[in-house]
């Protein structure tokens, strides 16, 4: 029985971290409805064909992303007890696409297979305990700016999801990258969407009415089916025509049921990029993959038990080693179900914003995404710009951290306004993280107090110098 004291209760530590099972359950929710888009994304993203002229199918991709999904969210949240859930990282999804169309060489099955060759030697850093001794030498500011800066990040992703904030063409003329709505204006039912749902979410939440996020979800999502019913707005690109005023992704419907098609499991082919491109070219893709699953999973999950109040004083994550552990497995099974590497996602806040404690919350979201490969109707029926504002409310709460970082050390406060600005800047984890690393050991190093850098600090520092100079390195041994 679902109660305080039952066996279900004392395993999750439920009660113990201040949670309920309703709680969790929204919290479950409210997650799966925030990161189910990726079902629709990353068929898009990983469509084209490969030198061989073999493409994955969109059908597969939507079918297997929502099974590995699914799975590896279960496990998150039975093994490492962690309101985490996790899917294919859109990171690392758009540089798997982007390398398999400029390198001739190269298949869909050979570049899946250094996905899954970087997760395992991520398991290997795990298991040997690498992983997790970065984790504790990073300073408590910095972590502090790893939350501030996934918060500007979850937030920048709503806005520019939900169309508020767009992406100007880089053209001649151009003065800013980006600008408010289509223009400089604010246009469509998708953005009268978005800003009913945030000023309703923003309401329900400081009432402090149960269910605020959540239910700010619901409300949009129906406002949404009404309008595209009567309207017809249609997306925002259909194939062929863009249309500006269009929902930013899918048009809020039902779909049929499908069956779910899984023969992309098993096709990937872990040593066939060393065979096309030769050891050196192959190694360093691999090293890329590694470093942005390496840290991504870190800062996310810093960012994330900290908003949940999971992280201890000393900065420590129960069950850390766990954690890791269903990451790295992430990029394996990712990899080798040839949906890219599946990551602890960010929008994993909206549940915890709900009130998500537990790893119970992960099981519900993952048996959403089991369910979600038969029904597309729970994909489809749920768009952006009703999701974007419990976003946008999560990333106030986590940037509210801010206050917490010594800016009078600017050892610490200048790497962490780096760490944090370059986070939704680049749109990348990595990005901030390798920026606010390296300045910290560097400006140590000015100071004249290099003894209290951890060694582990400047082995990440050199790692991150050597990610952000492949571009040159490629450059001079002719790898393209």
């Not at 990353?42 to 297997?64: E, K």
């Not at 690392?92 to 899954?116: I, R």
């Not at 096709?267 to 840290?295: D, M, Q, R, W, Y």
């Not at 000015?446 to 050597?466: C, D, I, K, S």
């Amino acid at each position: 029985m679902l109660k305080q004291g039952s066996a279900l209760d004392r395993y999750f530590k439920i009660s113990e971290r201040g949670s309920n099972f309703s709680r969790e359950i929204r919290g479950g929710f409210a997650t799966f409805f925030a990161m189910s888009y990726i079902v629709v994304l990353n068929p898009l993203i990983l469509s084209g064909p490969d030198s061989t002229g073999a493409t994955l199918g969109f059908p597969a991709v939507a079918a297997v992303t929502a099974f590995v999904a699914g799975i590896l969210t279960i496990l998150m949240g039975a093994w490492a007890k962690h309101p985490f859930a996790l899917a294919t990282g859109l990171g690392v999804n758009a540089f798997v696409a982007v390398t398999v169309a400029t390198n001739p060489g190269l298949s869909w099955p050979d570049m899946m297979g250094l996905v899954m060759l970087s997760g395992i030697t991520m398991l290997i850093l795990v298991l040997t305990g690498f992983r997790t001794a970065v984790f504790k030498a990073v300073p408590e500011g910095l972590k502090t700016a790893i939350v501030v800066g996934i918060g500007l990040f979850i937030a920048l992703i709503g806005l520019v999801n939900a169309g508020f904030v767009r992406r100007i063409p880089d053209v001649a003329g151009t003065t800013v990258p980006v600008g408010l709505g289509f223009d400089g204006k604010l246009l469509g039912w998708p953005t009268f969407v978005f800003v009913f749902g945030l000023i309703l979410t923003i309401a329900l939440v400081v009432r402090k009415v149960k269910g605020a996020i959540l239910i700010g979800i619901v409300a949009s999502t129906i406002l949404s089916v009404i309008l595209e019913s009567i309207l017809h707005i249609g997306p925002s690109f259909d194939g062929k025509n863009h249309n500006p005023q269009g929902w930013s992704l899918v048009a809020p419907k039902f779909s049929e049921w499908a069956a779910p098609d899984l023969s992309l499991i098993g096709k990937a082919n872990p040593f066939g990029a060393f065979e096309h491109l030769g050891f050196v070219a192959a190694t360093l893709l691999a090293f890329v993959i590694l470093l942005s699953i390496f840290f991504d999973a870190m800062g996310t999950m810093v960012g994330l038990a900290t908003e949940a109040g999971t992280i201890d004083k000393d900065g420590n994550i129960p069950n850390v080693d766990r954690v890791l552990q269903v990451d790295a497995l992430g990029a394996i099974i990712g990899g080798g179900a040839s949906v890219s590497s599946n990551q602890i996602y960010v929008e994993s806040g909206a549940g915890i914003g709900e009130g998500a404690r537990t790893g119970l919350a992960s099981i519900v979201t993952g048996l959403l995404f089991l369910v979600a490969m038969f029904f597309t109707p729970l994909i489809n029926l749920v768009p952006f710009e009703a999701v974007a504002p419990a976003l946008v409310i999560v990333g106030f709460m986590m940037v509210s951290q801010v206050g917490k970082i010594d800016w009078q050390d600017w050892g610490i406060a200048i790497p962490a306004f780096l760490t944090f600005t370059l986070m939704p800047f680049t749109y990348s984890i990595a990005n901030g993280l390798g920026a606010g690393f390296i300045t910290f050991v560097l400006i140590r190093l000015f100071q004249g107090r290099a003894r209290e850098v951890h060694p582990l600090m400047w082995v990440v520092a050199a790692a991150f110098t050597l990610f952000f100079a492949i571009g040159p390195i490629e450059a001079a041994l002719g790898i393209h």
